[in-house]
């Protein structure tokens, strides 16, 4: 099967376990409005090549200037040293994904999937869990998803995908 078919399946199968939360939990605090994570990223994100080819298809519709934007913060990006990160791609100004639809699996996973030794989980649904508002939580196993990507081809960071593509081209074009 190929990548992106394998990709697609993978977002239906996480998109059918988020909408499960959404529905017995509509108190769930990752939603539309939400831009915490993207606020404090352990790293710069990792993607496939598969969810690069995805994500390049949303980045190309944007307008140039906007384009621009997002290259100067993936300059900065890849030059910053020091953690939590922003995503380059965070619309600050209105706190959206421009590419929301086309957002690799990290993000559509983050809140609804954990991998604790990582550090990788919403801490805010964590203080909820422990605080016993949402203490009947079960998270979702981020190592299964890991592994299905493992399939869909190289991976690299985003600020190195994003240079190495015609993208860098295009917001340099008036």
């Not at 993978?10 to 915490?36: E, F, M, S, Y």
């Not at 957002?103 to 604790?116: E, I, N, S």
């Not at 990582?118 to 949402?134: F, K, M, P, Q, T």
Request: aromatic share 6%.
């Amino acid at each position: 099967m190929p990548p992106l078919t394998l990709l697609a399946q993978l977002h239906l199968d996480i998109d059918a376990r988020v909408q499960t939360i959404r529905n017995d939990r509509p108190d769930w605090l990752c939603g539309k409005g939400c831009d915490h994570c993207c606020h404090r990223l352990a790293d710069i994100p990792r993607l496939t090549s598969a969810e690069w080819a995805l994500l390049q298809q949303g980045l190309a519709t944007l307008p140039a200037q906007h384009l621009q934007e997002i290259s100067q913060r993936m300059t900065a990006l890849a030059g910053q040293s020091s953690r939590p990160v922003v995503c380059p791609l965070l619309d600050e100004a209105t706190g959206a994904c421009p590419v929301y639809a086309q957002r690799p699996v990290a993000c559509r996973t983050y809140g609804f999937y954990v991998q604790r030794e990582l550090g990788l989980y919403c801490h805010d649904i964590e203080s909820r869990v422990a605080d016993g508002s949402l203490a009947d939580v079960v998270w979702g196993n981020h190592d299964a998803i890991d592994q299905r990507l493992g399939g869909l081809g190289e991976t690299r960071s985003l600020t190195a995908w994003f240079a190495g593509s015609d993208l860098v081209e295009r917001r340099e074009t008036p």
